[in-house]
Every structure is written in C-alpha cells, then in structure tokens.
C-alpha cells in the first residue's frame, strides 16, 4: 500500500471518529474490548418498543432541546398543531410519526451502567435531547437518546427507571427539526362544491359580492351581471386550495408592516350546507324531521407585496394571528376583475334550447317558431317551410354573440333609448326571455353597442358579428325553389329569344322533341335539366318583388313543367298554411330565369309575393344548351367504310379501302396510311351538334353552305352514303349541315372537330 494511499484512509477514520464524539452518538468504552450484552430472550408481544399498543392516541407531545415544545392534537381523524400556535398540521406527517413509534421493535434492553454496558450518558439519555409524549387508551413518555454508532437504531426507554432499548429504527430521524414543516400550507378547507358565495371588499369598502343562484354564478354587487362560468370556477377552485408559500410571523405584534392592519382586499368564502336532523342521546328519532342549513365563512385579508420584487403577497386568516405569503398569481384568479369575470356572452342559452327567435329591424321583422322540433317563418297569419341549415346558423351565431368589452356608465350618445333593433330569445328552461337592444357603432365603426334587458351596463359587439344576424325574413325561406317528382313530368317548354323548344314523354323512346320540330331529343341532357328544375335550389334569396332589378320582368328565359298525377303542396309550401289545397292532376310550375351582371336570377311565376333566388350559372347553361339529339350521324362506323372523299373547291381527295388496305387512286405510288383514313372517319361518325339554327334545309344559303368549305363523304360497303358539308365560319366554331339524309339541318360544330376533319393529303401520307 502506498504512503499517499495510507494517508488518505487514516484521514477518513479521524474524521469519521470525530464526527462522531461531535454527534455524541458514540462513547469509547473504558477499554478497548467493551462486553456487549447478549438480547435475553423475549416472546413477540415484548420484542415491541410499546406494548400493549397504545389505543386511540390523540395527542402528541414533542419536546427538543432547543425549539421548545410542540403538541399535536388529533379530532376527527385530522391532527392539528395546538401549540406554541393554534394551526393546521400535515396529518399524514403526524400520523406517519406517532405510526414509527407503534411500530418501533426493540432488538435488546440493557441496564445503563451495568457491567459492559454504555451509561445514560453515553447512550444520551442522561439528558435526552428529544422527549415524546403520546395520549391514547393511557400515557406513554418516550426519551429518545443517540444513535447506535455505525447504523440507524436509537437509543430509548419509556421512563426514567426503565431500561433502555435498543430500536430498530432512526427515531431521531422521524422528528423533523423545525415546526414548519408540520404545518400545513393548505390555509383552510372549505369543500369547494359548496361555495355558495363570494364577497371581496377592497380597501376603499367597495363590495364585489358573487352568488350562486339554481347552479349558476351572479354578480349582485356592485352591479348585477351574469358571470363567466370557467372564471369563477377557476377562482373557486384557488381559494379553497389557498396555499402558504412561507409563514411570516406566528405572533405579530402590529399588522402595519404586512399591509393587514387595512388590508388591501378582504375575501369572505360562504358554503352552504345541509344538515340531516340526528336523534338525541337515548332517542331513536331525531326531534326535528327537516334538514336545516349550515353557513359557513372564509375569511382571508390580503395586505401588501412581500418585497418590491416579490412574487409573493402577505395574508393571514380574520380568525388566527399568524401571517403567511401566498402567491400572487393565485391572488390574480381570485381577486375579481370586472371586465374579465363578467360573461361575455349576451345570450346565455344553447342551441338546443331556443324555441322562438325575434329580430326586429328597419329592414323588416324576422319571427322563427319552434314546435315539436321543426322551425318554421311566421309571416302575418302564415307559417312557412325555412331552410334548416340557415336557422342553425342564425342560432349558433346568436350564441356566439360575445362583448368584446363593456360600457358601465353609458353617456348620453351610448344611451339606447329608442334602439331600432332588437333580438329576443324564448328558450327551454328559461323563466323570462332574453331581450337585447341593439344601438349605434362605436366611433370607430369596429363595434356596436347593444344592452340586455336587466342589465346596467352596455356589451361593445363586433359589428361584423352583429350584421351577420340582421338579414332579411327571406334569409330563412325553404331554398326550394322547385319541388316535384321528377317522374312525374310529362311535358316541358324552355322559351328563349332564339326558339321555344317543346318536350314531351313518350312511354316508348322516352322524351322527344315536339317544337320547333318533331325530332328525338337529347336523352341525357334533357333528365339531368328535368332533374335540374325537380331539384332547383336557390343559393340564396336577394330580394322579394323587385323583378326587373334582376331582369326578370322580361326573363332571357321562361321555363314550364307540367307533371301529372301531383298531389302536393304549392313550390312555395308553406308549411301550416291555412290555404294549402291538394293540387289536380296536370300542375304546370313556371320558372322565369336571367343573367345579369355575370350572376343568374330565377323565380317562380305567379307568387305572392315574388321571391328572387340567386342560382346556380349551371341551370343557365343546360336550359342554353340545346336539346335536340346533337348526333349527326347514327349507324356511321369506320369498320363499315369503303371509301371517304373529301371535297374543296380547289381539289378533291378520295380514298379507297380495298381489302384491309386503304389506297390513293389518284396516285398509286402514295402509300396511305389506313389509321390515319379511319381516324377522320370515326371523328365524322362521333361529331356532334354545338347547337341547331335552322331546321329548315333551305336556310343553307343563309351560313354559308351553298358552296361549302370542305364537304366529307363516307360510302359503305352496301352503298349507304353519310356527307357533311361544313362552312368557312360561324360566331363560335363552324357551320355545318349534313349533305345526306332525311334531317340536313343547319348547325355549328367545334373549331377543334372541325380540324379533325379538314386534313390534306400529306396528312394521310405514311
């Protein structure tokens, strides 16, 4: 071993050995061999430290040299601190020692003295520095002296002619050293469930007084104002955990110096109880049979910061002496602030709730009635069908309405004493309905005022909120424009400025054109406009009886379903009406449709009053569009084709297909490449009609077509030829009419069909 190794280690043990005559754990013996006695034999019930146990302790006494006497006291199972002051104790804590000494076992007992014994000095029980009084079924005095050297055992005995046990555990240990930590920082109990009042008075001797009226918070004082549920709630739940964070001064002669002689705030916490009758002593019945009711206060006084950069504030309960600090962010969720505590909210109902709705507004009043779960727009004497969707946004948005502020004592230009607009709300539950008067904007034109019935003070809306709830009656119209079954129509007429077409069903071939000419019509494109029209659904009202704002006085286009075998209510279907009659057989519905200014208007025909329905541009198009079957050519296919010649007045291109080849007569050496033939046959065979501007054959002159641009022939194999002649141009794409056939009407076709079409001979060429 190394000298520096030896050093070190004779270091420790001086050390160790000081540490120890320093603690007075440890006495030498006389010599250097002490007997130690062996443990005499004992049964279990004696190897205990107390035994019988002690029964029932409800007082403790701790005595430690040095910092006095503490007694705890213990009353329905809660240990309290009784002195040098009256507080409450950490009960788990008190429990936990008075459990350590029950509990404690003695490994052996020995005579102090006796030969190779230690003395009551050496043990430090001439003088024990710890003594412990416990109060049970008897009294029980412990002295607790040193530790065993080297281990966690202690020194003891129960009295002074006791001898003195050696225990298993370190008892000097389980009695903390300071009195502050047996005390618990929780300043009071109040069950928080049963706060039923809240009065804060500050230090002028204003009162702010919180009530708690059928499970919901009001501020009675120094105004009445509802209160924001997760405010006060959160408030409640800091004030009766209020916590010390340090104690000041147990015994404090003068409160000036902790701003508690006139504190800054006095919080008073009322619960409210119920208190079963119990029967007397010897008495089976209790002699009153109701319950009756226990008030109990909370006081708590709060006086100044303690310190400038504290974060801590002084209090002390009204009841007790002794002053502690507390946090001041837990006095920022209990004391009250007037414009964050109260509720923003200007309508406190849900959704669910509300069963009638009154606006009133220059524009118009809007009255919405709830029964048996359906709404409906009370009009005079009428009750009409609403857009659900609409009404559920107007009630979410009423209860969203929220104060971004508020105004306690309105001046004259604030004052809403003759608002012009009003909302009232009945809802379920509610024993008055809820009125709130709205007023002018805030000078910035950002707010508006508006006022609760009951209520003093003035809510600052957003006026962006409040202007989202002022819309016309016609806001909550059923946006059913049309509503009948679509299998149910016979017959249609779409009347525009160019021709009125005329539809009819037939059982057989299914819809077919009548007028302008007897032809089959465009299948699809005509059930999805009856299904269109079955179905129609206004984006939204904008007005009621001004046509021709909308250019529907002189409509671009008129539209007339007849159906048969209805038996419904009106288009405009009022819901209760008192004048609803089943309709006959062979109802006509009338639409009148526009475009203005990009955007397309319609309404129906003959209502009182009329009602303007914004729609869809897609209902404006299909009733464009046109209806006759734009299929040019049926029973042309390219598999069929024996020859396709394409005509211009300058020359003339003709191919011909023999076998699986196709071929250019004109110049066998050019090789042609058949796909490229077939491809402007199969383009021919799938061209379609843009739209018709004469079904007159004789009107060919008129666009163009006396001597066509190209003119396209495709001859089949068994002779039936399909020819297109196609014009040089038309306001949108090309004219164009078929040169074969029963039906040569004039049409236009697509630029880019036509260019499918219009090829040259080197754009056959392989």
């Known amino acids: 071993m190394s000298f520096k190794t030896t050093l070190t280690l004779l270091v420790v043990l001086i ?111 001439a003088e024990p520095s710890m003594v412990v009084t416990l ?48 005390r618990d920082k929780r300043l009071w109990e109040p069950n928080k469930d049963k706060v039923a009042e809240l009065v804060y008075t500050d230090q002028a001797g204003t009162e702010y007084k919180f009530v708690k009226t059928d499970g919901k918070w009001v501020m009675t004082s120094p105004m009445r104002a509802p209160v924001e549920k997760d405010t006060i709630t959160k408030a409640i739940d800091t004030v009766t955990w209020l916590k010390a964070e340090e104690f000041a001064e147990d015994q404090p002669e003068q409160l000036q110096m902790y701003g508690l002689a006139e504190p800054k705030w006095r919080v008073v916490v009322t619960t409210v109880e ?4 119990e029967p007397k002593e010897g008495e ?22 303690a310190g400038l950069d504290s974060k801590q504030t002084y209090a002390k309960l009204a009841d007790r002496p002794w002053v502690v600090t507390v946090k001041q962010e837990d006095l920022g969720k ?76 309105p001046t004259g230009e604030q004052a809403l004493d003759n608002p012009q607009r009003r909302i009232r709300i009945v809802a379920e539950g509610k024993l008055e309905p809820v009125e709130i008067a709205v007023g002018e904007t805030t000078p910035s034109g950002l707010y508006r005022y508006a006022q609760r019935v009951g209520l003093d003070y003035l809510f600052a809306v957003p006026e ?20 009948f079954d679509v299998d149910s129509a016979v017959a249609f007429e779409v009347r525009r400025e160019d021709r009125t077409y005329r539809l009819e069903w037939r059982e057989a071939g299914g819809w077919r054109v009548a007028q302008p000419v007897d032809a089959e019509a465009e299948q699809k494109a005509v059930k999805d406009l009856i299904m269109a029209l079955a179905t129609l659904q206004a984006d939204s009202y904008v007005d009621t009886d001004h046509l021709n704002r909308y250019g529907l006085d002189e409509p671009d286009i008129t539209v007339v379903v007849t159906t048969e075998l209805e038996d419904q209510a009106p288009t405009t279907a009022p819901a209760t009406a008192p004048t609803t009659q089943t309709q006959p057989a062979g109802r ?90 077939e491809k402007v046959i199969a383009a021919m065979a799938e061209l379609k009609a843009k739209r018709y501007v004469s079904f007159d054959p004789q009107d060919a ?50 630029t880019a069909d036509v260019d499918k079409l219009d090829e040259e001979l080197k754009d056959f060429v392989k």
């Open 15 to 125: 050390v160790l050995v000081g540490a120890s005559w320093y603690l007075g754990v440890f006495a030498p013996p006389q010599d250097d061999k002490t007997p130690v006695s062996e443990a005499p034999t004992v049964d279990a019930r004696e190897q205990m430290l107390i035994a019988p146990k002690l029964e029932d302790v409800s007082r403790m006494t701790l005595e430690v040299k040095g910092r006095g006497k503490v007694v705890f006291q213990k009353q329905d199972q809660k240990w309290t601190i009784v002195e040098p002051v009256e507080v409450a104790a950490v009960s788990w804590d008190v429990s936990d020692l008075v459990t350590a000494f029950q509990d404690a076992k003695k490994l052996r007992s020995f005579t102090p003295g006796a030969e190779g014994e230690l003395s009551l000095e050496q043990t430090g029980l």
């Open 135 to 182: 109060e049970g079924d008897r009294t029980l005095t412990l002295q607790i002296g040193k530790n065993v050297v080297a281990s966690e055992n202690t020194y003891v005995r129960t009295g002074d002619s006791e001898p003195i046990a050696v225990v298993d555990v370190d008892l000097r240990e389980k009695i903390k050293k300071d009195l502050k930590e047996y």
């Open 274 to 277: 119920e208190v079963k009758p």
């Open 284 to 305: 089976t019945q209790p002699a009153d049979t109701q319950p009756t009711t226990k008030r109990t206060d909370y006081v708590v006084l709060v006086g100044n910061p």
């Open 334 to 409: 209990i004391i009250p602030d007037l414009q964050a505590w109260r509720d923003k909210k200007l309508i406190d109902a849900a959704v669910a709730e509300i069963n009638h709705v009154e606006i009133a507004q220059p524009e118009g009043d809007v009255v919405l009635d709830k029964k048996q779960g359906t709404w409906t727009l009370v009009q005079g004497d009428q009750t009409l069908a609403v857009d659900s969707s609409a009404v559920d946004g107007l009630l979410n948005k009423l209860t969203e309405l929220k104060a971004a502020s508020f105004v306690d004592q």
């Open 464 to 483: 962006e909120t409040l202007q989202a709830v002022f819309k016309p009656a016609i806001a909550y119209r059923d946006r059913k424009v049309l509503n």
């Open 588 to 677: 006509q519905y009338t639409l009148l449709v526009s475009r203005r200014d990009g955007k397309v208007y319609a309404t129906v025909a003959d209502q009182t009053p009329a009602l303007v329905a914004q729609v869809g541009q897609q209902l404006y198009d299909d009733l464009s569009a046109e209806l006759v079957r734009r299929s040019i050519f049926t029973g042309l296919s390219k598999s069929d084709a024996g020859k396709l010649t394409i005509q211009r007045a300058e020359s003339t291109l003709e191919f011909v297909k023999d076998g699986d080849q196709w071929r250019y007569p004109a110049d066998p050496v050019v090789q042609i490449d058949g796909t490229k033939v």
């Open 701 to 750: 002159d008129k666009y163009g077509l006396e001597t066509p641009h190209i003119t396209l022939t495709v001859e089949e194999a068994d002779g039936e030829t399909h020819g297109l002649d196609v014009a040089r141009q038309a306001k949108t794409g090309r004219y164009a009419q078929a040169a074969t056939g029963e039906n040569r009407w004039v049409f236009t076709i697509e």
